[in-house]
């Protein structure tokens, strides 16, 4: 099993230069004591090289003291995680990923006008010819199909801005809540 990527676990990414020279939290180099455990149960590190670390890592001052800890023993980058994919997103990626949302709700509202639509219209014509006096167009009901349908193709179309700007949204809450879950280092106990 490896370890998973720490970084969006601290209270500041301790890799950004602007967040390096925040103090660390207890929270912080708890963080760092779990990636070290996970690192010495893996067998990444001897049990000198875990016992030097730890000991820097309780000493910490900083957030940046933190990071050459642990830089060896994770990706840098996040890993491709269903759980953790939203939380390491970019601005850009959430906007992408509203935007891909925006084009499906398309194509099911396109798809949910013209199949009612031709099915109605198909049946309207076919029983127009069974009548006797041939065929009457006196009363085109698949009209209201076709309203209805169109109403939300129309919305769909017309909205789109709106409908991506709120599917960013839900993103972006969707990103703080898998940032803001809580995860517990594991510490090296007795084997």
Not at 5 to 31: I, K
Not at 106 to 130: D, Y
Not at 139 to 165: I, K, S, Y
């Amino acid at each position: 099993m490896s370890t998973p990527t720490p970084w969006g676990s601290f209270t500041q990414d301790p890799r950004r230069p602007d967040a390096a020279g925040l103090r660390a939290g207890d929270r912080d180099r708890d963080v760092a004591l779990g990636v070290l455990a996970d690192g010495y149960a893996e067998g990444k590190l001897t049990k000198d090289e875990y016992d030097e670390r730890a000991t820097a890592t309780s000493a910490s001052k900083t957030l940046g003291e933190l990071t050459p800890l642990i830089a060896d023993l994770v990706p840098q980058t996040p890993t491709a995680a269903p759980g953790h994919a939203l939380a390491h997103a970019t601005p850009e990626a959430l906007h992408q990923r509203a935007v891909q949302r925006w084009e499906a709700q398309r194509r099911q509202a396109i798809t949910g006008f013209l199949i009612p639509s031709l099915i109605c219209w198909t049946i309207w014509v076919m029983t127009g010819f069974s009548g006797s006096g041939g065929f009457d167009p006196a009363f085109p009901w698949p009209l209201f199909v076709m309203l209805g349908t169109g109403a939300n193709l129309a919305r769909v179309l017309l909205h789109r801005q709106d409908l991506v700007a709120e599917e960013q949204r839900r993103l972006e809450k969707r990103q703080r809540k898998a940032l803001e879950a809580p995860q517990r280092p594991r510490r090296p106990g007795p084997e």
